[in-house]
């Protein structure tokens, strides 16, 4: 689901979702609309990458779909999955041809040979996957790019190696560095002190799972009441099979020490440098309720990003995508088809309630 494992004691008591795992409400709850009824999840299936096995989710665009849809590659972030762009992708399968990745390690992809977590090593599965993935049709041209969180450094990283492959850029609550103490990062970087955070990792990762996953709703939503019971049903057999997988650990905390070192990296490689050498378009989208990216860093991606469109959501927490997809989605799509007539409306601000 998300980052909220690594954090110590980031969650809820469980009964929450254990009450709405039995009960299965739909419609609405007192004065909160619950999501509509939830689509199915896009089928996956496995690609050789660059000498990694990893699995890849694409949406099926049925008989309404474009014929050229667009390509779009989806990537998500620390602790997340490909399944966290089944609702966006859904939006806007008609037309743009949606593929989200599982990274090395999360998800359904095995971990990586050389036990690699780092930001390149997930950028260099990105790079892959655009070049040779399964929905590249010969000598791919550049792509629509999409990143959650830690999916969005990894993007920004992409977009600004390798502008060639970048044909959008789309930043949903980028985890770009931002050394100011707040709460519920700093729980997880709690994580990775030697002898005391491991042991308190492990302590949280043996709480039931129906309590690690209110856990991570409590933290990543704005509102966690209206995530619909079949997504919650999908999170909490997702985390009972992440349970059964050894390398699980070691993918969220390597990652996680990937990520720390990132943000204290200085030179040209540094994010926010990165960030000012991107060429394409850039959509921003950042949310008031936000506990892991600060709303307040919205104004100086607005000033780094060259050619960019600031949209700051009032009612969302950490994954948008997932909370919010219909309204994503209309964010996303003028931008995106707009991209090659210059119509995407760079430098401006939306704010949406």
Known sequence: MSESDAASGAGGTGQAAADRLAGGERGVMGEREV???????????????????????????????????????YVHGL??????????????????????????????????????????????????????????AG??????????????????????????????????????????????????????VPVIGPAVYARVQGRPPEVRVQGTLDVTYYDPTAVPAQRLMEALEAERERDGRDYAARAVLGSLRGMVGEYLR?????????????????????????RFVHPRMAARAARTFRRNRLVLLSRAGHVAMMERPATVAGEMRPFLLGADEGRSGTGTVQRIT
């Open 35 to 73: 999501l509509p009824e939830p689509i199915a999840l896009w089928p996956g299936e496995f690609a050789e990458l660059g000498g990694r096995r990893v699995h890849v989710r694409r949406d099926e665009p049925g008989d309404g779909g474009a014929r050229d849809r667009q390509r779009t590659v």
């Open 266 to 290: 200085r030179g040209p490689r540094a994010l926010w440098r990165q960030a000012a050498r991107v060429e394409c378009p850039t959509l921003l989208v950042y949310a008031r309720h936000d």
């Open 79 to 136: 602790g997340g999955a490909a399944t966290n762009w089944t609702d966006l992708m859904g939006e806007l399968c008609p037309e743009f041809a949606g593929e989200a990745l599982d990274l090395p390690g999360f998800g359904d992809s095995p971990p990586p040979a050389d036990g690699d977590y780092g930001l390149d090593a997930h950028a260099a599965a990105v790079v892959d996957l655009i070049r040779e993935g399964p929905g590249a």
């Open 139 to 192: 000598p791919s041209g550049p792509v629509h790019l999409v990143g959650n969180s830690m999916g969005a450094a990894v993007a920004t990283r992409v977009a600004a190696e390798h502008p060639e492959l970048v044909r959008t850029l789309t930043l949903v609550s980028p985890a770009l560095p931002d050394l100011r103490p707040r709460l519920v990062p700093y729980q997880m970087t709690g994580a990775l």
